[in-house]
T-cell receptor, first 111, second 114 residues
């Protein structure tokens, strides 16, 4: 059974710092991995999608990496801003076409 | 234009009632999903529905029944609501075929059972 874990559960950083969020999964038989952002009381916004054959994806200040064999992914956020404050979720897609979500990391960027 | 929309956004009801949540996507996708986010913010798949094939998650009580009148809609009907059904329910969609299969989520429906 696929289990997805995110560490840390919460993170506070001063504005301008670079930071890394971690995601690990137990079953490496995945199709892809997706990083989402969820703002309080809101839906999910897809940030980056990495196919199982890829090692990283970049979008603006965000860079996501994937090491499928070790069951790990990281989301790197450069030059953090207060507007980056949100909960970040990683999710892996399995053969059943379902997404298994991690427990989330709540990020607070302090002005 | 909203890609994946859900109605209602908030739903408050009494235990034992039957209620439905509607979901529509205008992305032309052929696969739709329902997820439940519990009080601990953990998101878990409930159902995925590809065209005419419904894939049921075994942990979902049979009080929950998805209904798809067409490819663009997947509604969730819940019978005999219980306190533990209180959660945020998210609808999502994706293309089954193709290399990307990115899932797009609706804004969620916050269900409160009293």
């Amino acid at each position: 059974k696929q289990e997805v874990t995110q560490i840390p559960a919460a993170l506070s950083v001063p504005e301008g710092e670079n930071l890394v969020l971690n995601c690990s999964f137990t079953d490496s038989a995945i199709y892809n991995l997706q990083w989402f952002r969820q703002d309080p009381g809101k839906g999910l916004t897809s940030l980056l999608l990495i196919q199982s054959s890829q090692r990283e994806q970049t979008s603006g200040r965000l860079n996501a990496s994937l090491d499928k064999s070790s069951g790990r992914s990281t989301l790197y956020i450069a030059a953090s801003q207060p507007g980056d404050s949100a909960t970040y979720l990683c999710a892996v897609k399995t053969g059943a076409n379902n997404l298994f979500f991690g427990t989330g990391t709540r990020l607070t960027v302090i002005p | 234009d909203t890609a994946v929309s859900q109605t209602p956004k908030y739903l408050v009801t009494q235990m034992g009632n039957d209620k439905s949540i509607k979901c529509e996507q205008n992305l032309g996708h052929d696969t739709m999903y329902w997820y439940k986010q519990d009080s601990k913010k953990f998101l878990k798949i409930m159902f995925s529905y590809n065209n005419k094939e419904l894939i049921i998650n075994e942990t979902v009580p049979n009080r929950f029944s998805p209904k798809s009148p067409d490819k663009a809609h997947l509604n969730l009907h819940i019978n005999s609501l219980e306190l533990g059904d209180s959660a945020v329910y998210f609808c999502a969609s994706s293309q089954l075929a193709g290399i990307y299969n990115e899932q797009f989520f609706g804004p969620g429906t916050r269900l409160t059972v009293l």
